[in-house]
């Protein structure tokens, strides 16, 4: 028997800002228990994606947040119906920058229900542009 609605996202959650606050807390609305599957510094190399940060600073920043209950480690592709499986995962949520690669999760868990939460008007890319062009200046 289920305890509650478990939540799951995922993310780089690099420099986080209001959007990456509202993405979780909207996510933790939807239930009881709020997962946050973190991108390792491993798993960014593979997607050829850099994070300013490293992955210990992230985790240690997202497990201060009110809203997140669990941080756990993607390491790959793969981790996500791990963990879906896992913790009896409810609701998979993500950004609508990745509207509709999730949806086969369904077809493997059909009692998942996939999300996607807009993404609100800032974004770790535009934060580190910002700040490289105040390097520039000094």
């Known amino acids: 028997m289920r305890e509650g609605v478990v939540v799951l996202v995922a993310g780089t959650f690099d420099i986080i800002h209001e959007s990456h606050i509202n993405m979780l807390r909207n996510a933790k609305n939807l239930g009881d228990k709020l997962i ?61 920058d990745w509207r509709g690669k999730f949806d086969d999760l369904k077809l493997i868990f059909p009692k998942l229900k996939v999300m996607y939460f807009p993404r609100g008007k800032t974004s770790s890319q535009k934060i580190k542009h910002d700040l490289s062009k105040f390097e520039k200046e000094d």
């Open 36 to 96: 946050v599957m973190l991108s390792t510094d491993g798993f960014n190399a593979e997607k050829k994606k850099t994070a300013y940060q490293d992955y210990e600073t992230r985790k240690f920043v997202l497990e201060a947040i009110r809203y997140v209950d669990v941080v756990v480690p993607e390491s790959s592709w793969d981790d996500k119906e791990l963990y879906i499986d896992m913790f009896d995962v409810n609701i998979f949520a993500m950004g609508d």
